[in-house]
């Protein structure tokens, strides 16, 4: 088996568990499939993933191990992400009752209680809430730096990049048909308001967690 594969399977073998494992991304493809509907989660699933780009970017440039060795340019990103965080999960907090719509064929007269979410904000929220997260930093800085050669080109590494940020957008897309179909749409429906608070509080406890992280 070529090398390169070798590593790619084993970024895999680790990043699997990554992706499954519950988190402030997940929590937030849940609360926009749940408030806005199946195209909303979709976007902010796309914004995540293109995110884990920015992140397997500047660690192939080595700005990574930078940003892991400036306790300022931690902080500086970390309370950003605290912030980010602690504001949606008030917001969520903050949210009434809904009526998911789903953007496809069926339900498509649906009427909802709140006015569609623009395409640009869906994205961004999924891009901003991994972005603002410096713990990315420390993942790839670690997993690159032990499961891949020195010697592998840039371009095979974005090469691991793309095709794991493409496994992620995958699992965020399953996730939001998954929350979304109308047998599960009627259960969130039905149970939104207490959605909204567990979400919220989710959010704030993973913004007081970040809080809580200690550069190295």
């Given at each position: 088996?070529?090398?390169?594969?070798?590593?790619?399977?084993?970024?895999?073998?680790?990043?699997?568990?990554?992706?499954?494992?519950?988190?402030?991304?997940?929590?937030?493809?849940?609360?926009?499939?749940?408030?806005?509907?199946?195209?909303?989660?979709?976007?902010?699933?796309?914004?995540?993933?293109?995110?884990?780009?920015?992140?397997?970017?500047?660690?192939?440039?080595?700005?990574?191990?930078?940003?892991?060795?400036?306790?300022?340019?931690?902080?500086?990103?970390?309370?950003?992400?605290?912030?980010?965080?602690?504001?949606?999960?008030?917001?969520?907090?903050?949210?009434?009752?809904?009526?998911?719509?789903?953007?496809?064929?069926?339900?498509?007269?649906?009427?909802?209680?709140?006015?569609?979410?623009?395409?640009?904000?869906?994205?961004?929220?999924?891009?901003?809430?991994?972005?603002?997260n410096p713990k990315p930093v420390f993942f790839f800085l670690s997993i690159f730096s032990t499961l891949i050669s020195h010697e592998t080109p840039a371009l095979i590494k974005a090469g691991y990049g793309l095709v794991m940020a493409s496994c992620l957008i995958a699992w965020f897309v399953g996730v939001s048909y998954f929350l979304t179909v109308p047998?599960?749409?009627?259960?969130?429906?039905?149970?939104?308001?207490?959605?909204?608070?567990?979400?919220?509080?989710?959010?704030?406890?993973?913004?007081?967690?970040?809080?809580?992280?200690?550069?190295?």
């Amino acid at each position: 088996m070529h090398p390169y594969l070798i590593e790619l399977a084993s970024l895999m073998a680790v990043f699997s568990f990554a992706i499954v494992a519950p988190g402030a991304d997940t929590a937030m493809v849940m609360r926009q499939a749940v408030l806005h509907g199946r195209r909303a989660a979709i976007l902010t699933s796309f914004g995540i993933g293109t995110s884990l780009l920015f992140h397997v970017s500047y660690t192939i440039l080595g700005l990574g191990l930078i940003i892991s060795k400036s306790i300022l340019l931690f902080n500086v990103i970390k309370w950003a992400g605290v912030a980010y965080l602690v504001y949606i999960g008030i917001q969520s907090l903050r949210a009434g009752p809904t009526v998911i719509s789903v953007d496809s064929g069926e339900g498509a007269g649906e009427r909802t209680k709140r006015a569609p979410q623009g395409a640009g904000k869906a994205f961004l929220l999924g891009f901003l809430a991994n972005a603002l997260n410096p713990k990315p930093v420390f993942f790839f800085l670690s997993i690159f730096s032990t499961l891949i050669s020195h010697e592998t080109p840039a371009l095979i590494k974005a090469g691991y990049g793309l095709v794991m940020a493409s496994c992620l957008i995958a699992w965020f897309v399953g996730v939001s048909y998954f929350l979304t179909v109308p047998r599960m749409r009627a259960g969130f429906e039905r149970a939104g308001k207490w959605i909204n608070r567990a979400s919220g509080a989710i959010f704030i406890g993973f913004g007081l967690k970040l809080a809580a992280e200690k550069a190295g």
